[in-house]
């Protein structure tokens, strides 16, 4: 076999670009796919149609990922596939390492996260190194397919991975991991990076590959019976799928070639849990969580081209069954668990933790990122059909939380840097790196693509949903018009956007469920009038140039508590969860009644430091987005002891009555007008709870006497 001369694009390695300078090439694809779908009442905007600002966290955890992409050789991508086509190898190639080795049952997946980031950097730059390498990736796969179409060996000439296509075989026959893993998943990435390929790159031959793969994928699922393929798809591991439901139907989007949705409907998990999602009969417990997810994205893209109802019902109560029942503060779910009445123990942080289980199923690792990755998809992908703030967010929650916090501040040109499960339990170390592991594949898309949802638009072109505050330009041609975020959100409080062109436009702010004095001025001038939390504000004007909009949102200290243990708690500044820096492994324990005021406002019990940390109850607290090797605690234990206001201790234990303590029941209903509205909460509460049992008159007493003694203490 000749010797292989690797054209120089293979193994460029230059310096990250500066892409916020850069010009972007023509729209690619991508706005026309976006824009067919009939269902969507709100659509998105295509990656290079918003170009992210620099100096914000966003584009500093980007640029982490784009120096990574720019050096890493494309030949890597290519080295397992040019070994099971018969091509000879560079010298000095080698796979991408991790489960994506030159032996794996996995191989291929990673590559296919790869081609995804190129593409998505490309979109997100306009960068020409990021197309040089696609281009390069994608000719090289063709000859690859060719090859093993020549060698007879597989059932189509459409199959393209990196190893053969045994593994497909052995599926059939129900084998199971690790004789197998999850074939299909590991055909999904590679199918989701060629189509992506061709949506953001613009590359037609990505889509003859892809297209070709879809043949194949089709000739094989589609003589088997339902039977058997409800059977393959409940094999743990080796019958995950990814989203290859999601793929197939966007084939049929793409072509219009019905066999494609055919193929997508093959992969409906029917054995068990589509129906009782339907149902809305909740069976998560025990599941594989990122086997799932993916499944419900799916399930959405099939509605899309189908219009059958059950898709769409199935997709939606399962989000339900997760959020927030399911949902750890960050965002993330799945977890450990010890043994309970009716309940084996748990250690795969994998599975899904039971329903209303979050306190007692923080441990070991937990919270995986791939998986809170394509839970943003189900997300974004409900919103489009029913937009409800809801879903929004939940997007900004695990966006600032789990996906800012799972990638390292340092950079690295040999691994993506990015933790697998971004852990709960206390004390906690994230572990970075993930070369070739499924997180650390989706890690590659996480930090590449941010821009995608800060704007939708309504189905009619009338409205434009500013959902998410990053510092951003979006370049609406269609409405003749750019509009400039300027924002350093959520190291910054306030976003202001700004208006190029002319059009008739309802803009429609989100009102985040965390914002109490949510402020908005037009040109200079108050808009007055309700902004409630979780909902968007309509403004509606003719725009023109120089109009702005500045939002002021100031982020309050609050505490969010487990569903099933009231005194397991998290701190959030505004949108951020606050972790407290600790190498302890028990729950640290906090009081903050002390020092709380008529108003109900925490804040005086924490003190301000820089970058957005606090310190109290001896505790430093900064942002989990802040991406280091620290040990840390998304949780502690709330312990208020005593009934206690401001410095008068009533001597009475702080009782729980239903998982609330009276201080807790008190708190609830600030803030307080005046010293005798308050007076009358804990007067009515506690002559309540003397009636109930729970205290006796003389403790009620005192603490009647903490309280009237406290009122000049209790003034804010």
């Known amino acids: 076999m000749g010797a292989f001369v690797a054209p120089q694009l293979g193994s460029a390695a230059q310096a990250a670009p500066d892409s916020d300078t850069s010009t972007l090439a023509a729209s690619s694809p991508e706005a026309g796919f976006l824009d067919q779908n009939p269902s969507w009442v709100v659509k998105p905007f295509a990656l290079d149609q918003v170009t992210l600002a620099s100096g914000t966290v966003f584009a500093e955890k980007r640029a982490r990922v784009l120096n990574l992409a720019t050096a890493y050789s494309a030949d890597r991508v290519l080295?397992?596939?040019?070994?099971?086509?018969?091509?000879?190898?560079?010298?000095?190639?080698?796979?991408?390492?991790?489960?994506?080795?030159?032996?794996?049952?996995?191989?291929?997946?990673?590559?296919?996260?790869?081609?995804?980031?190129?593409?998505?950097?490309?979109?997100?730059?306009?960068?020409?190194?990021?197309?040089?390498?696609?281009?390069?990736?994608?000719?090289?796969?063709?000859?690859?397919?060719?090859?093993?179409?020549?060698?007879?060996?597989?059932?189509?000439?459409?199959?393209?991975?990196?190893?053969?296509?045994?593994?497909?075989?052995?599926?059939?026959?129900?084998?199971?991991?690790?004789?197998?893993?999850?074939?299909?998943?590991?055909c999904h990435k590679i199918m989701r990076g060629l189509l992506d390929a061709y949506l953001?790159?613009?590359?037609?031959?990505?889509?003859?590959?892809?297209?070709?793969?879809?043949?194949?994928?089709?000739?094989?699922?589609?003589?088997?019976?339902?039977?058997?393929?409800?059977?393959?798809?409940?094999?743990?591991?080796?019958?995950?799928?990814?989203?290859?439901?999601?793929?197939?139907?966007?084939?049929?989007?793409?072509?219009?070639?019905?066999?494609?949705?055919?193929?997508?409907?093959?992969?409906?998990?029917?054995?068990?849990?589509?129906?009782?999602?339907?149902?809305?009969?909740?069976?998560?417990?025990?599941?594989?969580?990122?086997?799932?997810?993916?499944?419900?994205?799916?399930?959405?893209?099939?509605?899309?081209?189908?219009?059958?109802?059950?898709?769409?019902?199935a997709a939606e109560n399962f989000w339900n069954?997760?959020?927030?029942?399911?949902?750890?503060?960050?965002?993330?779910?799945?977890?450990?668990?010890?043994?309970?009445?009716?309940?084996?123990?748990?250690t795969n942080a994998e599975l899904f933790q039971p329903r209303g289980n979050i306190a007692n199923s923080i441990a070991g690792s937990g919270a995986e990122t791939c998986t809170s990755y394509n839970l943003l998809k189900v997300a974004r992908n409900l919103f489009f059909h029913d937009p409800d703030p809801k879903y929004m967010d939940y997007y900004e929650r695990t966006l600032v939380n789990h996906i800012l916090g799972s990638r390292r501040d340092a950079d690295s040109t040999s691994n993506p840097n990015v933790v697998y499960f971004l852990p709960l339990s206390p004390g906690n170390v994230r572990g970075y790196g993930n070369t070739g592991t499924c997180c650390g594949g989706t890690g590659l898309e996480n930090h590449t693509k941010y821009q995608e949802s800060v704007y939708f638009r309504s189905a009619d072109n009338g409205s434009l949903y500013v959902n998410l505050f990053v510092g951003s330009t979006l370049n609406w041609a269609e409405k003749g018009i750019t509009v400039t975020q300027t924002t350093d959100f959520p190291r910054q409080q306030e976003s202001r956007l700004t208006i190029t062109g002319k059009a008739q436009l309802d803009i429609l702010l989100r009102v985040p469920s965390w914002a109490k004095n949510f402020q908005v001025w037009i040109n200079g001038q108050e808009r007055l009038g309700p902004k409630t939390p979780g909902t968007y504000l309509r403004l509606r004007r003719m725009w023109q140039t120089g109009d702005t909009i500045r939002i002021s949102?100031?982020?309050?200290?609050?505490?969010?508590?487990?569903?099933?243990?009231?005194?397991?708690?998290?701190?959030?500044?505004?949108?951020?969860?606050?972790?407290?820096?600790?190498?302890?492994?028990?729950?640290?324990?906090?009081?903050?009644?002390?020092?709380?005021?008529?108003?109900?406002?925490?804040?005086?019990?924490?003190?301000?430091?820089?970058?957005?940390?606090?310190?109290?109850?001896?505790?430093?607290?900064?942002?989990?987005?802040?991406?280091?090797?620290?040990?840390?605690?998304?949780?502690?234990?709330?312990?208020?002891?005593?009934?206690?206001?401001?410095?008068?201790?009533?001597?009475?234990?702080?009782?729980?009555?239903?998982g609330q303590t009276f201080l807790d029941l008190v708190w609830a209903q600030a803030p307080?007008?005046?010293?005798?509205?308050?007076?009358?909460?804990?007067?009515?509460?506690?002559?309540?709870?003397?009636?109930?049992?729970?205290?006796?008159?003389?403790?009620?007493?005192?603490?009647?006497?903490a309280a009237t003694d406290a009122e000049d203490a209790l003034r804010p």
């Open 79 to 186: 080295h397992n596939f040019r070994v099971t086509a018969g091509l000879p190898t560079p010298e000095g190639s080698s796979p991408p390492g991790g489960w994506d080795d030159a032996t794996g049952n996995l191989r291929g997946h990673f590559s296919g996260h790869l081609i995804t980031m190129f593409a998505q950097a490309y979109a997100s730059t306009g960068e020409q190194v990021y197309r040089d390498k696609i281009d390069y990736i994608v000719t090289e796969l063709g000859r690859c397919q060719d090859a093993i179409a020549a060698t007879g060996q597989a059932s189509h000439p459409g199959f393209l991975a990196a190893y053969p296509e045994t593994q497909f075989v052995r599926l059939e026959s129900f084998a199971t991991y690790p004789t197998i893993w999850a074939p299909y998943y590991t």
């Open 321 to 346: 069954m997760v959020v927030p029942h399911r949902m750890y503060a960050h965002g993330g779910t799945s977890g450990t668990w010890p043994a309970s009445e009716g309940l084996p123990a748990n």
């Open 200 to 313: 953001l790159v613009g590359n037609e031959q990505a889509l003859e590959i892809v297209t070709r793969m879809g043949d194949w994928v089709h000739s094989r699922l589609s003589v088997l019976p339902r039977e058997q393929l409800n059977r393959m798809w409940a094999i743990y591991i080796a019958g995950e799928y990814g989203g290859m439901n999601e793929v197939m139907a966007d084939l049929h989007a793409i072509t219009g070639d019905e066999r494609y949705l055919t193929t997508a409907k093959c992969f409906d998990n029917r054995q068990a849990l589509f129906g009782a999602c339907v149902e809305d009969h909740d069976i998560l417990t025990r599941l594989h969580a990122n086997t799932h997810v993916p499944q419900f994205v799916g399930y959405l893209r099939v509605f899309d081209r189908s219009n059958e109802p059950d898709y769409h019902t």
């Open 672 to 705: 307080f007008g005046s010293h005798q509205e308050f007076m009358k909460t804990v007067t009515a509460a506690s002559a309540n709870w003397v009636r109930q049992g729970v205290f006796t008159r003389e403790e009620r007493t005192a603490i009647l006497a």
């Open 553 to 658: 949102m100031p982020f309050g200290l609050r505490v969010e508590k487990a569903l099933d243990r009231a005194d397991t708690q998290t701190v959030f500044h505004g949108p951020v969860v606050l972790a407290a820096l600790s190498q302890e492994r028990e729950y640290r324990e906090f009081s903050f009644y002390r020092q709380v005021k008529l108003d109900g406002d925490i804040s005086p019990a924490f003190e301000s430091g820089t970058s957005g940390t606090f310190t109290t109850n001896g505790h430093t607290l900064r942002p989990l987005y802040i991406g280091d090797t620290q040990a840390h605690h998304i949780y502690f234990r709330r312990t208020e002891p005593t009934v206690v206001f401001a410095t008068y201790d009533s001597g009475v234990v702080n009782k729980e009555r239903e």
